[in-house]
């Protein structure tokens, strides 16, 4: 479950006397369900299409309880079911409208005609590169130099899948304390490292006849992956002797 600042309704420290909130506390809101949200990937959900929040005079967002709804289920589509953006668009525009639709699955076309069936893996949201650079609020520059790093690898056909908006902004966020793209291929190396790790306990399971297998295959990389993250943290705040929040 979703929840919003102290004082209900999405009322808080951060929010105006009409109820709306800032970024920062809409981010607040969602952290506890997703720890891994970030402003850059809300950016990138509004400049999508997904949510529309209001505008301040000066250009800031002001986010109201309902589009915070809005965004947990965003968020929980492309984590439990892997739905395409448009396809989530669609559907939560439909419910909007009164109309009682069932979830959507992936579809394919065979002889012409849509044929829904169910993902056996994560099918991620992709972006194109323009969308990456505006989610990042970098240039061409920055990404030519972290794709040089590995930092940022494009899928083949030039696109990237959503996570590396998050990486994009992550790598931002560090550049503004002097750590540089190159300080961060020790970072990279030890990710590629933890990812073949899981990648030998979850093998024999993705090459597995059965679907429901493959499909499990899928859910326990995600939490060994989680655990992963989880560990290095611990570790990185051993090392420093600090807790970070």
């Not at 990138?44 to 505008?55: A, H, K, N, T, V």
């Not at 959507?104 to 056996?120: I, S, Y």
């Amino acid at each position: 479950m979703l929840r919003t600042p102290s004082g209900g309704s999405g009322h808080g420290t951060a929010a105006t006397d009409s109820g709306l909130m800032s970024i920062g506390a809409v981010l607040t809101a969602l952290r506890d369900e997703f720890p891994e949200v970030t402003i850059s990937k809300i950016r990138f959900l509004e400049s999508e299409g997904l949510i529309e929040p209001q505008r301040t005079p000066s250009g800031y967002r002001k986010f109201s309880a309902g589009d915070v709804e809005r965004l947990g289920h965003v968020l929980r589509m492309q984590r439990d079911h892997y739905l395409p953006l448009k396809v989530i668009r669609e559907h939560l525009d439909a419910m909007e409208r009164g109309e009682a639709l069932p979830l959507p699955t992936v579809g394919r076309q065979r002889d012409g005609e849509l044929v829904q069936e169910v993902a056996e893996g994560p099918t991620a949201a992709r972006i194109g590169r323009d969308e990456l650079m505006a989610a990042a609020e970098i240039g061409e520059r920055e990404l030519q130099e972290w794709e040089s790093y590995g930092l940022i690898t494009p899928l083949p056909d030039g696109a990237y899948d959503a996570e590396a908006a998050t990486v994009a902004s992550l790598v931002a966020e560090l550049g503004r304390f002097g750590i540089e793209p190159r300080h961060l291929r020790v970072m990279k190396a030890a990710a590629d490292r933890e990812a073949g790790l899981v990648d030998q306990v979850v093998a024999p399971l993705r090459r597995h006849r059965n679907p429901q297998t493959r499909a499990h295959a899928e859910a326990r990389a995600k939490e060994l992956a989680g655990l992963a993250v989880r560990l290095h943290a611990a570790l990185v705040q051993t090392a420093l002797g600090v807790r970070l929040p």
